[in-house]
């Protein structure tokens, strides 16, 4: 049963003061409240929630109002510190590899057809064929109404220069540069099976569903990286397919941790796997490295929170 929210507005001295009364420690209420007014007491509070007292119950861990002894309000914005610079190192991977998957789906798919994103004969038929029933539209239609509305709307100097010059549309190798995550994901779950492998191969892939899998995880990890919502302790909704033993060495260890394959450290492995083809002398995951080096230390918090097994730094991937 749902009940009406009554929760009153509270002035930025009143949420200091619940802080307090909670057991918070705040040694300097103006910087504090300079936080409040910049981040918002509801964003910190996801930074703020590891630090609060529990006890067991009867239906299971309860967490309570009050704060753990020794928790203070700089150990919230040192996390959430963490977590912004955490965010923009992955932003910066997955830039690196939507680009270039880009790049491969429309060298590979246009070898075939120019146009091949619009051609459904080149794409899988569970793309073409199966009906959504959100929209009652295949999910390739979908795609593509959604595609040509941004194509639409695009000012970009080479959508305006073609569209100036040529009729529509627009050969896949200038499309792909107007998709995003989101696009790309979606499309290339929908690439006939022969062509998403060799995409996969590329990378050492084994399977193509493992690729497309790790693009979609990718996708939604990139849609909490530009919504400026936490990370660090996150299980990813759509998580990334873990291979077989054996299949792509590399990952093995990931085989049987189940806590890393369902919090962000699968996600960041199969990202540093894949810029090893990409960018072989990346210090992307140095930089990481440096990063977690970095993790604060404050009570009721530890790094493997993040799903980073212990000495992970130390594996084959990341040497």
Request: hydrophobic share 40%; net charge positive; aromatic share 12%.
């Amino acid at each position: 049963m749902t009940v009406p929210y009554t929760k009153p507005y509270l002035t930025l001295d009143q949420q200091v003061a619940l802080l307090q009364g909670r057991g918070m420690g705040i040694q300097d209420v103006l910087k504090a409240k300079h936080y409040l007014q910049r981040l918002g007491y509801y964003r910190l509070s996801g930074y703020w929630y590891p630090f609060r007292q529990s006890r067991i119950e009867a239906t299971g861990a309860a967490v309570l109002d009050n704060f753990r002894a020794g928790t203070e309000f700089s150990h919230a914005v040192d996390l959430y510190v963490f977590d912004k610079k955490l965010r923009l190192l992955m932003m910066d991977a997955l830039e690196r590899i939507e680009v270039a998957i880009r790049v491969d789906v429309s060298s590979v798919l246009g070898v075939r057809d120019p146009f091949a994103h619009r051609n459904p004969a080149l794409l899988h038929g569970n793309f073409t064929k199966k009906i959504d029933p959100k929209t009652n539209n295949t999910y390739y239609i979908d795609w593509r109404r959604r595609f040509d509305e941004l194509a639409a709307r695009s000012k970009e100097d080479f959508v305006v220069h073609f569209k100036n010059k040529y009729s529509d549309p627009l050969p896949i190798w200038v499309a792909t540069e107007l998709w995003d995550y989101g696009l790309l994901s979606r499309f290339l779950s929908g690439v006939s099976h022969n062509d998403l492998s060799t995409i996969a191969a590329r990378y050492g892939v084994p399977r193509p569903d493992l690729l497309a899998s790790w693009v979609r995880s990718m996708n939604h990890v990139r849609n909490i990286c530009a919504h400026h919502s936490r990370l660090w302790n996150r299980s990813p909704s759509d998580q990334p397919r873990v291979p077989r033993r054996g299949e792509i060495p590399m990952l093995d260890h990931l085989v049987a941790d189940h806590y890393a394959q369902v919090h962000i450290y699968a996600v960041a492995a199969v990202m540093q796997y894949v810029l090893r083809t990409i960018n072989p002398s990346s210090q992307w995951k140095q930089r990481l490295k440096d990063h977690f080096a970095t993790f604060p230390t404050a009570p009721g918090i530890n790094v493997g929170q993040t799903g980073f097994p212990p000495d992970w730094e130390n594996l084959p991937l990341w040497s």
